[in-house]
């Protein structure tokens, strides 16, 4: 189901009597209320569980830091990155990693000097790319929100919210069942690449 942010806060909106909208910002509460939580409540669900489309095996680019022993090269985390399960090199060998903030970003020390290493793990991906199941979790929990700080519908925001719940464990059920790499030892870059739909390299 392609979907996007503003499309998920106009049902969460409509549903909970907040109005039918065109933008986010028609309406001041929902908008205050969307750029406080909806990002993190993105971000937490995003790091709950390994979703397929969520991953990515993306090129570090490497910073001017010189780290201490044994580490050898220091990487820019890349844009988006929310959890890191492992560092790989060009030819898909696991990397000794160890994830430092320096004083100008955040990094990723490696003991290696190669040209180029990948990050893999699970970014924060584009709405368009989330199962529908995940979008609709994400819109009930965008309800309760919305219910208990606008209408002060505690009851009703808090069922709304235990849904948005059920309804990311049923996409993590389902996540799980057609998975072709439920385990994340199986995330390796060379059979990533064999596996275009698994891991979306580079992108």
């Not at 955040?106 to 893999?120: G, K, P, R, S």
């Not at 064999?194 to 390299?201: F, G, H």
Request: proline share 2%; net charge negative.
């Amino acid at each position: 189901m392609a979907t996007s942010k503003i499309e998920i806060i106009k049902r969460a909106a409509s549903i909970t009597g907040n109005g039918a909208l065109v933008s986010i910002d028609d309406n001041e509460e929902v908008a205050r209320l969307t750029d406080e939580h909806y990002e993190a409540i993105v971000e937490e669900m995003l790091c709950e569980h390994t979703w397929p489309w969520a991953r990515r095996a993306v090129a570090m680019t490497a910073i001017e830091f010189t780290p201490e022993r044994p580490w050898r090269k220091a990487w820019g985390k890349p844009v988006g990155l929310l959890a890191l399960t492992y560092v790989q090199d060009a030819n898909g060998l696991r990397v000794d990693h160890e994830e430092r903030d320096t004083d100008t970003m955040a990094a990723v020390l490696t003991m290696v000097e190669d040209d180029v290493v990948y990050a893999l793990g699970t970014y924060r991906v584009d709405e368009d790319r989330w199962s529908a199941d995940f979008a609709m979790a994400v819109q009930k929990r965008m309800e309760a929100v919305f219910r208990k700080a606008i209408a002060e519908q505690t009851t009703e925001g808090n069922r709304d919210e235990q849904a948005g719940m059920a309804k990311a464990q049923k996409a993590r059920v389902r996540s799980q069942r057609s998975s072709t790499s439920p385990d994340a030892s199986e995330w390796d870059l060379t059979r990533a690449r064999m596996r275009s739909r698994s891991w979306d390299i580079g992108r």
